[in-house]
């Protein structure tokens, strides 16, 4: 691991998109997200009565993202713009 960079960005998103575009991308990401969380709940839950509290917040900061975005999605339709999108994934190791 000596040779590797202890951390890296990665563009996960990086667009000019319309006020649809933008809630598709961003709806599916969220959603996906949750989705996620609620598998590995249930899954962490049932199989090893793993404490899923902290998944559980997770999970409503990113419904709560998810309708505040929405909600500014919609605000944005009495004044119609592009939306610019950028979001960078960054990778580093714990020590």
Request: glycine share 2%; charged share 30%; net charge negative.
């Amino acid at each position: 691991m000596e040779n590797m960079e202890l951390k890296k960005d990665y563009k996960l998103i990086d667009g000019i998109f319309s006020n649809e575009e933008a809630g598709n991308i961003l709806t599916a990401l969220f959603n996906y997200k949750i989705d996620y969380h609620n598998r590995e709940d249930f899954s962490n839950h049932i199989r090893f009565n793993k404490d899923i509290s902290t998944s559980k917040q997770r999970i409503q900061e990113l419904i709560d993202a998810k309708n505040a975005i929405k909600v500014m999605l919609e605000e944005s339709k009495m004044n119609p713009s592009n939306l610019v999108i950028k979001s960078t994934i960054t990778i580093s190791f714990e020590k």
